[in-house]
């Protein structure tokens, strides 16, 4: 890698000679992998500087807050350099390394075309964006969706769009709690009565698009249920945008759990592809479980509608230079995690672990959110538990976490598990000791059994 970037230096151009000429090397790469513990940068070579990065992955492995806490892998950190020749400027489409990831996610997904995004907060504005035209118009979106709860409301200001919140997970949705036929995500039952027609009645905001999140709390919506979403969609002139920031996870669905690496990271693939072919626009995220260090891609059906949503993301100032840094991770995260099988295997395998050892212990978890993905909701308004007590109690273990939720990943350690597990463990204990003294339930939970805390975590 040292050689080659000596012996091409003079056919590059002058800032990509600094970059391989071995006196500014070692500082450049010190810049931009943020290392600041080195003193000499003249004297350590930069293997060195990426073990001592990948060494300091281990922070995660402690970590369940969520699955952003992962760390980008040295594959990850060494393909910065060496793409670090081909890097151009994205605002005029030169940069080879993410003209080649957003040509690689639309085969992947077989929609065709791709926009590499700062994040999946632009990625699903931009597509809702790109989808609208003149309003007024309305977006269906699930109640505690992302786009609805943690977007700063930027669809009303971006794309002039009315949000209209549809209700999904039984904790959230007291009216419906005893409803056998409720799920944990929208349904097509759930959309169409909130669908605004385009009937010329002057007082409504005709929907134009349905938003639908993939998974959602953890919760994988089933590709049947988004087919039928999508044909009634279609059949009545809507467009449907996913929120895939975690549709990386729902394409290792609990039943391919015993298959070995190579056989379910084919079904994922295939999965994958099944899920696109029912919607106009994807979001994909790439810092989540993939690990990559930031970014996410918006994959599109129509080149029309990737055209505008690069023309708007420039108007966000989302139009970057050399974003080869990013993108080439963020490939090397797709076919080292997604493509791999065995990672998000593993990460779903030790959130159900850890729903296993919680209840065998006595918990609970929420009411129709059971661990299908990476993520476990303990129920700790039922265990009387606050969710401060809780976490005190992960920091005394060496463990991070945001109550209720557990999010896995498959950098965690098992160190980590055995950590959390002992975490679960006092917990329970905590539980019991509370109901022995007859300790009052407190009244956040006793009023939500959590949900307070839930809007707390799902903010990642």
């Not at 990559?292 to 989302?318: C, M, W």
Request: a neutral charge; one cysteine or more.
């Amino acid at each position: 890698m040292y050689r080659l970037f000596s012996c091409r230096s003079q056919q590059l151009s002058a800032p990509l000679r600094r970059i391989a000429c071995p006196q500014h090397n070692l500082k450049t790469i010190t810049t931009l992998l943020g290392h600041r513990a080195l003193r000499s940068a003249s004297t350590v070579p930069p293997q060195t500087i990426i073990a001592e990065a990948a060494r300091n992955a281990r922070a995660a492995t402690h970590d369940f807050r969520s699955d952003t806490a992962t760390l980008p892998t040295s594959s990850m950190l060494s393909s910065i350099i060496t793409e670090a020749p081909r890097y151009g400027d994205d605002v005029c489409s030169q940069d080879w390394p993410t003209n080649a990831l957003e040509t690689y996610v639309g085969e992947l997904t077989g929609l065709g075309n791709a926009l590499f995004v700062s994040s999946g907060t632009m990625g699903n504005q931009l597509a809702l964006r790109a989808l609208l035209h003149q309003p007024p118009h309305s977006v269906v979106c699930g109640r505690q969706s992302h786009i609805f709860v943690h977007e700063c409301g930027m669809a009303s200001m971006f794309s002039q769009a009315h949000l209209i919140p549809v209700l999904s997970s039984p904790h959230m949705n007291n009216s419906n709690a005893n409803n056998e036929q409720q799920k944990p995500y929208i349904t097509l039952e759930s959309i169409i009565p909130n669908i605004v027609p385009a009937d010329g009645e002057l007082h409504g905001s005709p929907t134009r698009i349905i938003a639908l999140e993939n998974t959602h709390n953890g919760q994988i919506t089933p590709v049947s249920e988004v087919k039928r979403i999508a044909e009634y969609a279609h059949q009545h002139g809507l467009k449907v945008h996913m929120d895939g920031a975690r549709l990386w996870n729902a394409c290792y669905p609990p039943s391919n759990a015993g298959m070995a690496p190579a056989l379910a990271a084919e079904t994922a693939k295939s999965l994958l592809r099944e899920y696109c072919a029912h919607v106009d626009t994807v979001s994909l995220c790439f810092s989540k479980s993939l690990c990559a260090p930031a970014g996410s891609i918006l994959a599109a059906r129509s080149p029309e509608v990737i055209a505008r949503a690069r023309h708007l993301r420039k108007a966000l100032g989302g139009g970057m230079r050399q974003t080869g840094i990013l993108t080439a991770p963020a490939r090397v995260a797709i076919d080292e995690v997604f493509l791999a099988g065995e990672p998000l295997l593993r990460a779903n395998a030790v959130a159900r672990e850890l729903q296993e050892e919680w209840m065998a212990l006595g918990g609970c978890v929420m009411d129709g959110l059971a661990q299908e993905t990476n993520m476990v909701w303990l129920d700790l308004g039922r265990a009387g538990v606050a969710g401060e007590e809780f976490e005190r109690i992960g920091e005394e273990e060496g463990v991070r976490v945001y109550a209720p939720r557990i999010v896995t990943h498959y950098q965690i350690s098992a160190d980590g598990l055995a950590a959390m597990k002992r975490v679960l463990k006092r917990t329970m204990e905590l539980s019991k000791k509370k109901q022995s003294e007859g300790a009052e339930l407190p009244a956040t939970d006793r009023q939500a059994s959590g949900t307070l805390y839930a809007y707390k975590a799902e903010k990642s």
